[in-house]
């Protein structure tokens, strides 16, 4: 009953082959070593890179998430705004009458010497008091405690951009200047605060009156009218491709095609709606809406490979397990396997969502590119969205948008962010409950 | 049946349990000679020898039982393997039967040496003991070969052990009528012809086992049986 | 040598509830089932055993039409239900699928709560008109699964939080919560431990006071301890159907003994 095995394992052969083993050990070990070394190499050099990167436009970028004020007490003059004549009146006149409150010795009547003075301001305070004053008329006649942005250069002068030891004729301000800016300094009416600007206003020639509005509203129109139709299309589409077609040659060209038209370059996207939406159908140009569809067609393709992927993921035992209880088709889709390939969808869709945020190349063609210096109010009127703007900011000359490009890009990041935490975290909280 | 199980360890079991019932059969194929020629021989040394022999026997089945049951336990025999382990069992335990009468033939055989012979009974009882032990022989080749016709030839000559076994009885009666002085050892001698004639009929059970080991069914026709003692009457006017 | 049990039962019930006819699949250009003729008894315990690969699924799969949602697969022959060609055009799928309960190797609840993993049949067939009639289903389901005792303080929890046995319970529940007329198990212990499986075997001993039980399972001792009658399947064919006393003891064909003797893969 017992069962003996004949042992024929000779010892020398055995003694041999673990002498090969430890030989090669140390041979595959090495390679195992320089393998590791390369892969903590990689990660070292990405990081660094990310890491400079995040550097450079943090240090430039913070700049703008403050502003230089100058606060003033402004007499509102009814000689100068006559009430009857708003919303138009000589407001700037009033400004510089309180500016030279604190500079007497400059004459008033010296157009070269008040516009010296009052360049200290940003042009848009004069718009600023207007706007206060057509609100309230019954300011008129009093004085008024006005908090206003300081023009560009004498921003960067308070933020240490400019360096008061360069050479007078290479500095943006002169001298004079700097007295009359460090002077007010000493008066205490020169503050720093968060620059709410960037955010509440849309854009502006003036880099220290520019803000993101008109772009965050901008994008928003056009990730929603993006989302409103990639998703129920591409899931539809993903759908029946997965669940209903039949498998034939058809379908695999089809499937073949989805997969090539995820890759194709945005900026041809850009131009299909440029002669399409605007040639044909005669969208308006700059629109958020046009914006959406044609971010709608890159992020089609996304949706519908994630949403495919997402239903295969779901096992094949829950489709049986529901088949077998007398559950049709469509109830074995809509009622088992959605559910539960929804997360992996809803993921798949926050990354496409993410991925159009960040798409310039296909708005630039359509013209989202434009100047606009109010919010649309829909999204059919014209408008950037944040990748656009970014993209105009970088182009203008002024020193101030040099920090305000970067402001938007750390924006731009913080959305991008966001959306991949979310997409992480819907992936966490409703992963495999099967 | 002739594949081997993938389970190569099995076989190898089966083999093990199978090889013992051989050992076995060739101890009692002995043991019947031995326990006859002994008789006829008046051998006491012999007879003795055949009494102690039976241990080994009884050893033998303990061993096989044993074996048996440990691989229904752990290979749980199916169909043609679960059949194998049944007859294993049966044989064993028919052929323990057989050694136990053989070694009452050896007691009996120590009392008869102090005793006159019975003329022409040993003769006799040694044909019986010889035809009975060719039958083992044959069922046990029956079973090795797994032919059921070998066995059911065994069977049919399990008749001619009976009839054998009517003669003698008839002798005996008569032998003890005519000289009560005669019926001590006839006693003995008649038990010793009833021995062999239950040997056969175990004998015949073994065969039987080997038809159902091959064939999945015991044989459906009663066992052809000839012997009449139990209706017979010898008279003293006889 | 056969089930004890039988000859009490033989009185009963001995209608033929399935009979194949002839029956042929095709995947594609295999020929996976050859020519299978077959009479299932009602209230009874059938097994589908054989070697992997011979079919045995694929003709369990075939009596509730499973293999309907696979492209390839291709059926012919008649298999008749109650005298009734499943495979006429006249019979929905979906509607045989309420008749015939289906239970799968590996335990598959929804992953809803216990509740409503047995309701979900009841609810999409229309079996129940409200709430308190649908309760009475489920519990009356999962007594018949032997599962009540055992979840009727937390049927709102996950039926995926179960032990594996008791997933399987549930998913027998949920296959007799449509009232069908046959239960088709597909190796329905093979991924549970041996006291589940136990309690499974018990369980489908019970069953088959009500319905036609199929299973099919690759445990040989399985098969001989819950079924009265066995098929047994090799490359397509049925090989052997008789009485699971007879096969165990003293199969007719060659193939059968190689097989539950441990002689063929």
């Known amino acids: 009953m017992t069962d003996i ?22 041979r595959r070990n090495r390679k195992q070593l320089v393998l590791q070394g390369f892969g903590i190499a990689a990660i070292i050099l990405a990081i660094s890179m990310l890491l400079i990167l995040l550097t450079s436009i943090i240090s430039t970028g913070y700049h703008a998430f403050t502003q230089t004020h100058i606060q003033l007490e402004v007499y509102v003059d009814p000689e100068e705004i006559p009430a009857e004549g708003l919303p138009r009146g000589g407001f700037d006149d009033v400004l510089a009458a309180a500016m030279g409150a604190h500079f007497p010795a400059v004459d008033l009547t010296d157009r070269a010497a008040t516009r010296e003075l009052t360049s200290i301001l940003s042009n848009g305070a004069q718009f600023i008091l207007r706007d206060k004053v057509v609100a309230d008329p ?38 004079a200047a700097i007295a009359r800016f460090d002077r007010l300094d000493e008066l205490g009416l020169i503050s720093t605060p968060l620059n709410t600007a960037l955010i509440t206003n849309a854009d502006s020639r003036f880099p220290e009156l520019a803000g993101l509005k008109g772009a965050l509203i901008g994008s928003f129109w056009a990730l929603l009218t993006c989302f409103l139709i990639s998703f129920p299309l591409g899931i539809g589409a993903a759908i029946y491709l997965e669940e209903f077609a039949p498998k034939n040659r058809f379908s695999d060209f089809i499937e073949i095609n989805i997969n090539n038209l995820a890759a194709v370059p945005s900026v041809v996207f850009g131009l299909l709606a440029l002669a399409v939406f605007i040639g044909w159908f005669g969208l308006p140009r700059s629109a958020p809406f046009v914006g959406g569809l044609t971010l709608a067609l890159m992020t089609m393709p996304t949706i519908i490979i994630a949403t495919r992927a997402a239903l295969k993921s779901v096992p094949p035992s829950i489709r049986e397990a529901a088949l077998g209880v007398g559950a049709s088709k469509h109830q074995v889709v809509f009622q088992h396997v959605l559910p539960l390939a929804m997360p992996g969808i809803l993921t798949g869709t926050i990354i496409g969502l993410a991925q159009a945020l960040g798409e310039t190349a296909p708005l630039l063609l359509i013209g989202m590119n434009a100047f606009i210096t109010s919010a649309p109010g829909s999204p059919f009127d014209s408008a950037t969205a944040l990748p656009t703007q970014i993209f105009i900011w970088a182009d203008s000359p002024e020193r101030g948008f040099v920090s305000r490009t970067s402001a938007a890009i750390l924006v731009l990041l913080t959305f991008l962010i966001m959306m991949n935490a979310l997409a992480i975290f819907l992936r966490n909280r409703f992963e495999r409950k099967w | 049946m002739s594949q081997e199980h993938i389970a190569s360890a099995y076989d190898r079991d089966l083999e093990a349990v199978q090889a013992m019932i051989m050992k076995m059969g060739g101890l009692v194929e002995a043991a019947i000679l031995r326990a006859a020629e002994s008789l006829e021989k008046r051998d006491e040394e012999e007879a003795e020898a055949v009494r102690r022999a039976d241990a080994a026997i009884d050893a033998l089945e ?33 052929l323990e039967r057989i050694g136990d009468y053989a070694k009452n033939m050896g007691k009996r055989t120590s009392v008869l040496v102090q005793m006159q012979p019975v003329e022409g009974s040993a003769g006799s009882i040694r044909r019986m003991a010889k035809q009975v032990e060719l039958m083992l022989k044959d069922a046990l080749d029956a079973y090795i070969q797994r032919d059921p016709e070998l066995a059911e030839d065994v069977r049919q000559r399990d008749m001619d052990v009976d009839q054998m076994y009517n003669a003698l009885f008839r002798n005996f009666l008569t032998f003890m009528m005519e000289d009560p002085r005669n019926i001590t050892a006839c006693m003995h001698l008649h038990f010793i012809a009833k021995n062999i004639e ?40 006889a | 040598m056969d089930d004890l049990r039988q000859h009490l039962q033989v009185a009963g019930d001995e209608e033929v509830k399935i009979s194949a006819r002839n029956c042929q699949v095709f995947y594609g250009d295999t020929h996976a089932i050859k020519d299978v003729d077959v009479d299932i008894l009602d209230k009874t315990v059938t097994a589908f055993i054989g070697p992997s690969g011979c079919g045995k699924s694929t003709f369990l799969r075939c009596l509730n039409r499973m293999n309907d949602t696979i492209d390839v697969a291709r059926v012919e022959g008649e298999i008749l239900m109650d005298g009734e060609n499943i495979y006429d055009k006249k019979v929905d799928p979906v509607q045989l699928r309420a008749k015939v309960g289906m239970v799968f190797q590996k335990p598959n609840p929804f992953p809803k ?31 018949r699964a032997a599962l009540w005792d055992e979840v009727k303080d937390r049927l709102q929890t996950p039926g995926t939080g179960l032990s594996g046995g008791q997933q399987q319970r549930l998913c027998i529940a949920r296959a007799v919560a449509t009232e069908p007329e046959v239960l088709l198990m597909d190796e329905p212990a093979s991924a549970l431990d041996p006291i589940a499986t136990a309690q499974i075997e018990e369980l489908i001993d019970e069953l088959k006071q009500n319905y036609s039980v199929v299973i099919v399972t690759h445990s040989m001792q399985q098969a001989a301890r819950v079924s009265q009658k066995t098929a047994f399947f090799h490359l397509g064919n049925l090989v052997e159907y008789d009485d699971t006393g007879t096969i165990f003891t003293n199969p007719q064909d060659p193939r059968t003994e190689s097989y539950i003797t441990g002689r063929i893969g």
């Not at chain 1, 024929?8 to 055995?14: E, L, W």
């Not at chain 2, 025999?77 to 679960?82: E, S, V």
């Not at chain 3, 216990?114 to 289903?137: C, F, Q, T």
């Open chain 1, 5 to 26: 095995t004949p042992s024929d394992a000779r010892p020398t052969s055995r003694g041999t082959a673990t002498e090969a083993v430890r030989r090669s050990l140390a």
């Open chain 1, 138 to 175: 019954s300011l008129i006649g009093q004085t008024v405690t006005l908090k206003v942005p300081v023009s560009d250069a004498y921003d960067q002068l308070n933020k240490g951009l400019v360096q008061r030891d360069t050479a007078e004729q290479f500095r943006r301000v002169d001298d």
């Open chain 2, 62 to 94: 303990q061993q096989v039982n044993e074996d048996s049951a440990r691989l229904i336990a752990l290979r749980q025999p199916a169909a043609g393997d679960l059949r194998t382990i049944l007859t294993v069992m049966k044989i064993a335990s028919n």
């Open chain 2, 198 to 237: 239950r040997m056969g009929d175990h004998v015949t059970n073994i065969a039987e086992q080997v038809i159902y080991l091959v064939e999945g069914e015991m044989p459906a026709d009663d066992r052809p049986k000839r012997d009449r003692t139990a209706f017979e009457t010898v008279g003293p006017e």
């Open chain 3, 113 to 143: 709560s216990i509740y409503d993993n047995v309701s979900y049949g009841p609810k999409i067939h229309g079996l129940a008109r409200n709430k308190a009639e649908l309760d009475e289903i489920v519990e009356r389901s999962l007594r």
